[in-house]
Each structure stands twice: as C-alpha cells, then as structure tokens.
C-alpha cells in the first residue's frame, strides 16, 4: 500500500506565503513524477506545478514566478513554495505522486491522491 499525505495548508493574507509539503510512504519501489493540483469550489481541478524524478519543473502559467516546486528524494516527499498569494489562489490543494510498486516479480506504476489541504488567501 501506498500513501500520499499533504499538510501545510492554512489561512494567509493576500502577498503572504506559504508552504505545502507532501509525503509518499509504504511499499514503494520507485517514485516518479509528482505533481500539485488544486481545486476552488465551482472549478475543475487544475494543475498547478509538476516535478519529474529528475527536477523538471513546469507550472501554469498564472502562479509561474510565484510558486516553486521541488522534492527530496531522499524523503519522498514533494514541496509547494508559494508566494505572493492571491485571493485566486483560494483552493484546496492536492499532491498526486506516479508510484511504482513491486507486485509479486511485476512491476506496477500508478497515480496516488492525498486527501488534500486547504489554503486560504483573505484579508
């Protein structure tokens, strides 16, 4: 089993910052791309950033500047500098990490969901 947990959500006014940070554990053999999406009531989620398992990032285009990801492999665990927050940047935030488990002699890769952390951008 595998499991993805994120934390550092919170309330934070408008150009404050925050940290997100994500952790993978259990039976993994090896972790993949990782990646922030995030969700505002009405909205489809959307990505936000994404790190490959050699440090390629990408963001979209409205936090680029903003918002930095990076990971330490070491730890399994993903991180979500965000700076300059918006008011628009209200969301909750989930971390999806592609997993690759070994079942039996197979390898098997996946996508895995944390529960996701809320972050709040007001005055």
């Known amino acids: 089993q595998v499991q993805v947990v994120e934390s550092g959500g919170g309330l934070v006014q408008p150009g404050g910052s925050l940290t997100l940070s994500c952790a993978a554990s259990?039976?993994?053999?090896?972790?993949?791309?990782m990646g922030w999406y995030r969700q505002a009531p009405g909205k489809q989620r959307e990505l936000v950033a994404h790190i490959t398992s050699g440090g390629i990032t990408n963001y979209t285009d409205s936090v680029k500047g903003r918002f930095t990801i990076s990971r330490d492999n070491a730890k399994n665990t993903v991180y979500l500098q965000m700076n300059s927050l918006r008011s628009e940047d209200t969301a909750v935030y989930y971390c999806?990490?592609?997993?690759?488990?070994?079942?039996?002699?197979?390898?098997?890769?996946?996508?895995?969901w944390g529960q996701g952390t809320q972050v709040t951008v007001s005055s």
């Open positions: 999806n990490a592609a997993v690759t488990v070994l079942f039996v002699t197979r390898l098997h890769t996946s996508d895995y």
């Open positions: 259990g039976s993994i053999y090896s972790l993949n791309a």
